[in-house]
């Protein structure tokens, strides 16, 4: 492709406001192989995406001028040659994913209005759902979900009978985790701030805790639930301390799965993973996760909308192109 096109690179290290600058820059080489031409008609940001600003230096070769930005959804413009005729993802379609990190890394981020991509890495965006939803809903927070649940033993564990807590139930990780363990017939506890406890009620949610109202956390979660233990917590904070007191509120065979490492909580999180019960590790299994975007944890996503395990996502506010780094993440 010969046109320029417009994307917000990356000119310093810090919150968008500060990192992030519209320019005019090359539109990506037309597509090869089994690649698609992606004209991005929406993206999502995560907190990776804040991340990645912050705390990579923008000395790196790869960054300066880079494009930033992981979820996408859009229109497919061009197909390569191994794209077959009809491809529900071929020339035409309505697509949406979120980039391999090498992509972003590389430049190609998801805040530009075009994205070359390999055609495995898309979906087709469910019928009525739009470029916002499906670029929020088929993105890092439900791929990172569909980890989560995976890493729990999948849909099987989580039926009828199951009991689950989720920490940042009203985020964009746990939002998705209330909704699919409910729907499966789970027992759901959503742990956020009183604000968010109707909407994550509204999403399949039985029981709410609020964070902010109870110190320390882990002695009320004993109180209310030492008799009605969990067979999964699903951490989206990375809320350490609740992991150590678990033993009081979480079944022997159930298990922690956290995928919010706070650096502070390094050596607690390598205790967590590795220091055995003898030398005082705590009793019970911990799962430290982190995801890679593919297009087969979108496939998957796609499955829990077909069966309507996963119906709503939340989409808090939606800016122009030119408005992007008015985003607070
Ligand atoms: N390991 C990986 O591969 C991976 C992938 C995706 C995301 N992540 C990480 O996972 C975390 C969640 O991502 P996200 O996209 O869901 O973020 P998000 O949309 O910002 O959601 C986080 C939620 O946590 C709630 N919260 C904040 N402090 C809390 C606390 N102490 N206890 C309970 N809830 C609390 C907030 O709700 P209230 O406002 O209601 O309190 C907020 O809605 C982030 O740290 C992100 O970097 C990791």
């Not at 492709?1 to 539109?27: E, Q």
């Not at 965006?125 to 791929?143: I, L, M, T």
Request: with cysteine; charged share 15%.
């Amino acid at each position: 492709m010969d046109l320029p096109m417009k994307a917000w690179v990356i000119a310093h290290n810090g919150a968008p406001a500060k990192a992030l600058s519209l320019r005019t820059v090359s539109a990506p080489r037309p597509p090869r192989r089994a690649e698609v031409l992606v004209r991005v008609t929406h993206a999502a940001l995560n907190p990776a995406d804040h991340a990645y600003l912050k705390v990579i230096p923008s000395w790196l070769p790869n960054r300066w001028g880079a494009a930033t930005g992981l979820d996408f959804a859009g229109e497919v413009v061009a197909a390569g040659p191994d794209v077959p005729a009809g491809s529900p993802v071929g020339k035409g379609a309505k697509v949406c994913g979120a980039l391999s990190v090498p992509l972003v890394f590389w430049g190609a981020g998801s805040l530009a209005e075009y994205v070359t991509v390999p055609a495995a890495l898309v979906v087709p965006q469910p019928e009525g759902w739009g470029g916002a939803r499906s670029a929020g809903g088929f993105g890092v927070a439900s791929q990172t979900a569909h980890i989560m649940v995976k890493a729990a033993g999948g849909r099987g564990r989580l039926g009828p009978g199951a009991r689950v807590m989720v920490i940042g139930a009203s985020g964009g990780v746990g939002s998705v985790l209330v909704q699919v363990a409910s729907n499966l017939g789970a027992e759901v506890v959503g742990v956020c701030s009183a604000g968010n406890h109707e909407m994550v009620q509204k999403l399949g949610a039985a029981e709410m805790v609020d964070y902010t109202a109870h110190n320390p956390l882990p002695k009320h979660l004993a109180q209310e639930y030492g008799s009605r233990q969990f067979d999964f917590i699903f951490d989206c904070v990375g809320s350490h301390h609740i992991y150590v007191g678990s033993p009081a509120y979480l079944k022997p065979e159930g298990a922690f799965i956290n995928i919010a490492g706070d650096p502070a909580n390094a050596i607690g999180i390598m205790a967590g993973l590795f220091l055995p019960r003898f030398l005082g590790g705590v009793p019970r299994r911990y799962k430290m996760l982190a995801l890679s975007p593919s297009g087969d944890n979108a496939r998957e996503v796609a499955k829990w909308v077909q069966d309507g395990l996963l119906k709503e996502i939340l989409i808090d506010s939606e800016y122009s192109m030119d408005d992007a780094v008015k985003v607070s993440l």
